[in-house]
């Protein structure tokens, strides 16, 4: 069974930066596209940002682009999301996903197979 935990959540201010972390136990973590998602309360779980199996391709919600940035360590089983100049319209609970193999549309969350339990992220202004 494949589990999925975040970390590094937590409160910033307007502006500031956060790295998001995910490990992934029980599988081959490099099999795996990498995805990370967000869900604000009220609001529908949205993609943020994706990455392949080999770390060669990322994808990202055109509200992020610039500011957050994707990776991964497969010697780790750990994805990464960094976010910098954050917003308070950032402010949700931030989740992980994982899809077997090569998907076709990254933003799809029904594409993934597998999400960690999430970690909130709230911005003040």
């Known amino acids: 069974q494949v589990q999925l935990v975040e970390s590094g959540g937590g409160l910033v201010q307007a502006g500031g930066s956060l790295r998001l972390s995910c490990v992934a136990s029980g599988g081959t973590f490099s099999s795996f596209t990498m995805g990370w998602f967000r869900q604000a309360p009220g609001k529908e779980r949205e993609f943020v940002a994706g990455?392949?199996?080999?770390?060669?391709?990322?994808y990202y919600a055109e509200f992020v682009k610039g500011r957050f940035t994707i990776s991964r360590d497969n010697a780790k089983n750990t994805v990464y999301l960094q976010m910098s100049s954050l917003k308070p319209e950032d402010t949700a609970m931030y989740y992980c996903a994982a899809a077997w193999g090569t998907i076709a549309n990254m933003r799809s969350s029904l594409k993934y197979n597998y999400w960690g339990q999430g970690t909130q992220v709230t911005v003040s202004s």
């Open positions: 990455i392949s199996w080999s770390g060669g391709s990322t």
